[in-house]
């Protein structure tokens, strides 16, 4: 079963003082017309202790952004620069959010309250500074299934209504208008690194590296890594070895993120910032999200490469502090890394035990082939087969000799899957928009997190816990 968060009592921890006179700017919250609650999440809000928060208080911090106590005074929007489309813009920063709060888990784990929607801020240029109900409605579904899938996500903490009109160019216009809260743990982007080897802040750069290194820790690069022991090559490994796990996870889920830009990715390797998402349809490596990536750099396929592409500006950023040979070393130990991530993720899915990693990765391929041969959706295939049940097709003589684990939860005996294509999430959000009605949300929200229950923790990289 997936272990569920624990509770924790509330301890503020805004650590991102230490950095903010150079890191970001002070803004204030936009002030709405009004604030109706639409989502709290109750399986992430007892984690940093703010589980008792009556509803009022709730939408006076998540809505009108009164500072949680011992907590930064005022919002603080991020500065960074990023390659947009391989693209590099330096006029680009947090422009329709900002860094509300910090505050510890249980363990420890410093986490992040960063918002969606917020209001404008000095790096909003054209923008309005808001987002739409339907863009926030499509954040919860994508953090829920993503979370259930096993992916290293932010979690929508909460969305609140906030009664203005918005236009758009891509939905029906006017369309309602909300704020949006996530917890993730720290948002300090590649596109931060950047930003501060743009302006040749060495200083700063070192600071950040040690921030990231003392807030966001990770194991130690592997004892042949040359200059291991600096720290910015400790953080370009740990960094490395995120992404890698998080595009592998994404391939494993048929999930395409749609706008990988150096501004997206999160040096935690959480995966962030929801816009043109899908879920795939069928298993298509050329399938696209976002309807404006034309040339599909960043389609299904693809991710894998962004994602390398994206950790080599992050190397490139550290040149300023580090030497070039190791920076490389490091970079060369993605390839191995997300190959052996998408093994240990795939067996998990299919419910079996690891027959070592070259029968895995001939089991891959195999599984690979037959969803493309036979169109079927991958959430259905993964059900289908769960155990190692129906070995048929490309999948003959290889996916039987596989042991299973064992799966009582009853999830598995379903005769479909929950999946999340779009024509679903279209659904719901028409019922929404045409009647304010909130429960197909709910139901299917329960009902991700019961595919989540079903599947349990992902498998930790080798030599993690």
């Known amino acids: ?44 809000d007892g984690a940093v202790g703010l589980e008792n928060l009556s509803e009022d208080q709730w939408i006076n911090h998540f809505g009108r952004f009164a500072p949680l106590a011992d ?121 931060t690194f950047q930003r501060l080897a743009a302006l040749e802040e060495a200083d700063n ?62 040096i935690s390797g959480e995966s962030f910032d929801y816009g043109p998402w899908r879920w795939l349809p069928k298993w298509d490596a050329g399938f696209t999200a976002a309807y404006f990536d034309q040339q599909g750099l960043y389609s299904f396929g693809r991710q894998p490469e962004a994602l390398h592409w994206n950790c080599g500006q992050l190397a490139i950023a550290l040149r300023s502090v580090a030497d070039a040979p190791p920076l490389i070393a490091a970079l060369e130990r993605f390839g191995p890394l997300y190959m052996a991530a998408v093994s240990r993720r795939w067996v998990w899915r299919l419910g079996v035990k690891s027959a070592g990693p070259e029968r895995d990765a001939t089991l891959v391929a195999a599984c690979e082939a037959e969803m493309r041969e036979s169109g079927i959706e991958p959430e259905a295939f993964w059900l289908r087969h769960r155990g190692g049940k129906n070995s048929s097709g490309a999948l003959e003589g290889g996916l039987a000799d596989y042991e299973p684990i064992a799966h009582e939860d009853s999830y598995w005996t379903d005769a479909e899957p929950q999946s999340l294509l779009i024509s679903e999430v279209e659904s719901i959000w028409l019922a929404i928009s045409e009647r304010d009605d909130w429960q197909p949300l709910h139901d299917k929200i329960a009902e991700i997190r019961r595919l989540g229950a079903a599947l349990g923790e992902p498998p930790a990289p080798e030599g993690h816990t």
């Open 1 to 44: 079963m997936r272990a569920e968060p624990q509770p924790a009592a509330y301890r503020a921890d805004p650590a991102i003082l230490e950095l903010a006179d150079w890191l970001g700017a002070p803004v204030p919250a936009a002030d709405f017309p009004s604030t109706t609650l639409r989502f709290r999440n109750d399986r992430w």
């Open 205 to 266: 750069m070192a600071a950040l590296v040690e921030y990231c290194l003392r807030h966001y820790p990770g194991p130690p690069a592997p004892s042949d890594a040359p200059g291991r022991d600096e720290p910015a090559l400790q953080l370009l490994h740990q960094v490395v070895e995120r992404l890698a796990d998080l595009a592998a996870s994404w391939m494993v889920a048929g999930f395409v993120h749609g706008v990988l830009n150096t501004d997206n990715m999160n």
């Open 71 to 191: 907590n930064l005074k005022q919002p603080l929007a991020l500065k960074y620069h990023g390659h947009q489309f391989r693209v590099y813009n330096p006029e680009i920063g947090d422009g329709r959010g900002f860094l509300f709060a910090q505050m510890r888990d249980s363990a420890g784990h410093l986490l992040d309250c960063g918002t969606k929607g917020s209001g404008t801020t000095p790096f909003s240029r054209a923008g309005d500074g808001r987002l739409t109900l339907k863009g926030a409605v499509r954040e919860i579904l994508a953090t829920e299934m993503l979370e259930a899938q096993g992916v290293n996500t932010s979690k929508t903490l909460s969305v609140i209504e906030t009664g203005e009109e918005l236009w758009r160019g891509d939905e029906p216009s006017p369309t309602r208008s909300a704020v949006m809260v996530r917890l993730s743990h720290g948002h300090i982007r590649i596109g």
